[in-house]
């Protein structure tokens, strides 16, 4: 049975179920725009960073399989040596676009991760050096640029809350059902 699901095929069938669902919770964030005044991000070949609810702190490191998307605090992707998405459960209207101002400390953070889960690849602007942090527990980002927003916001997150449930209606279905749906606040 191991050897089943170890293989291609077995793997393939999966991404094909998880795919709406895991589109559904990622769609249902809300999403920010942090702006660096200098092109000082990395990214990589696995350039989301998901970042456990639990953990107050963390080392770089690759994430945790076992943490599903409901029970994270944030994700990030760097999208160019500028600009990060940063993904939450924050009750913002989806209406209004946010845009964060990242400091060179954020750029340590988001950088340590990305470096950390390139398999094997990481790039970053030619000419630049991009900070990246080394050492001790690492705060995550959110906290630190959203106002108000922390555990507790999370955990009383009606964008949240209504993902979950979302969720709890797909799950089970075969991988053929293509439709998810997407929390909006306005």
Same mark, same amino acid.
């Given at each position: 049975m191991e050897s089943f699901l170890l293989e291609d095929t077995a793997r393939l069938t999966r991404m094909l179920d998880l795919?709406?669902?895991v589109a559904s919770?990622? @769609?249902s964030? #809300?999403?920010s725009l942090v702006e660096f005044s200098a092109p000082i991000l990395a990214t990589s070949d696995h350039p989301v960073v998901v970042s456990p609810l639990a953990a107050r702190t963390r080392r770089p490191d690759i994430a945790p399989m076992n943490v599903g998307l409901l029970d994270t605090l944030e994700v990030r992707i760097p999208v160019d040596p500028r600009h990060a998405i940063l993904m939450t459960w924050a009750d913002l209207k989806d209406t209004e676009p946010v845009?964060?101002? @990242?400091?060179? #400390?954020?750029?340590?953070?988001?950088n340590a991760f990305t470096v950390k889960q390139a398999d094997p690849q990481w790039f970053l602007r030619p000419g630049t050096s991009p900070p990246i942090?080394?050492?001790?527990?690492?705060?995550?980002?959110s906290p630190e640029v959203l106002p108000d927003y922390g555990i507790g916001a999370v955990v009383?997150?009606?964008?949240?809350?209504?993902?979950?449930?979302n969720v709890s209606?797909?799950?089970g279905r075969e991988f053929g059902a293509r439709e998810f749906e997407v929390v909006w606040l306005s």
């Open positions: 795919g709406p669902k919770v990622l @769609g964030m #809300h999403w845009r964060l101002r @990242g400091a060179r #400390h954020h750029a340590a953070g988001l942090a080394s050492s001790g527990g690492l705060l995550p980002l009383r997150s009606r964008r949240r809350a209504q993902a979950t449930e209606k797909v799950v």
